[in-house]
């Protein structure tokens, strides 16, 4: 009997100790709670593109307050074969309160158009993949020509893989953390294809993706944020 009462008040009391460590009483750190703020959407006046000449590097046509569009269309009359496009895009992190840990970060934008060429001519099979690449403006907000090559901050992976139409998202946390703890007060990112922007095979294969700006209101380029107080 003196066993049998020694093991019930063993488990009795190593229940109370679970339920104790679950309880986040006194101290701690708020039990790990976290906020999850509502969309933060891109800057349309501030997001652009910016149209170059692929094989050189260089006569950048900066086009900014247009739709995000990045690939080629080498089929367009005026437009030189060997151009493509590279796109930006950039969100404001003002509604983030100072101090705040970024737990969590998801940049998604939506991929409205495919141009193909009459099909023939998938972008994804011709220039590889959409990647994503945060970077850091050379006039800080002003979108300028040298932004559309210059190395970036970080590469933060693949966007897309396919042509299929609708949402696609990436992890940015590591980005956001990045220009908060530098004061910096947008997050920029550039979206371009891994292989090339631009084949020069006379053939318009391209990509066009949401804009902060246009969309009907909806769809349109956003930031989820999920911090700890």
Not at 125 to 151: F, R, W
Request: aromatic fraction near 6%; proline fraction near 5%.
């Amino acid at each position: 009997m003196r066993t049998l009462t020694f093991r019930v008040l063993g488990v009795v009391a190593s229940i109370a100790l679970t339920l104790g460590a679950c309880g986040g009483g006194g101290g701690g750190d708020g039990g790990g709670d976290t906020i999850t703020l509502p969309a933060i959407y891109s800057d349309g006046a501030l997001d652009g593109r910016i149209n170059y000449h692929v094989p050189t590097g260089s006569d950048f046509i900066v086009q900014a307050n247009l739709p995000p569009l990045v690939g080629d269309h080498d089929c367009l009359s005026g437009v030189a074969n060997g151009y493509g496009y590279r796109s930006f895009l950039c969100y404001p992190l003002a509604s983030i309160p100072a101090g705040a840990n970024v737990t969590q970060a998801i940049l998604r934008v939506w991929q409205t158009q495919v141009t193909s060429g009459g099909g023939a001519h998938n972008p994804y099979d011709h220039l590889g993949d959409l990647s994503l690449h945060h970077i850091t403006l050379t006039n800080g907000t002003s979108l300028t020509g040298p932004d559309c090559t210059k190395a970036p901050e970080a590469d933060m992976g693949v966007l897309s893989t396919d042509a299929s139409l609708g949402v696609k998202s990436r992890d940015v946390t590591s980005a956001v953390r990045a220009d908060l703890l530098n004061g910096r007060t947008y997050s920029h990112f550039r979206v371009q294809f891994t292989v090339t922007d631009s084949d020069a095979d006379n053939w318009c294969e391209a990509v066009g993706l949401s804009d902060g700006e246009g969309n009907g209101g909806s769809n349109l380029p956003e930031l989820v944020v999920t911090y700890a107080p």
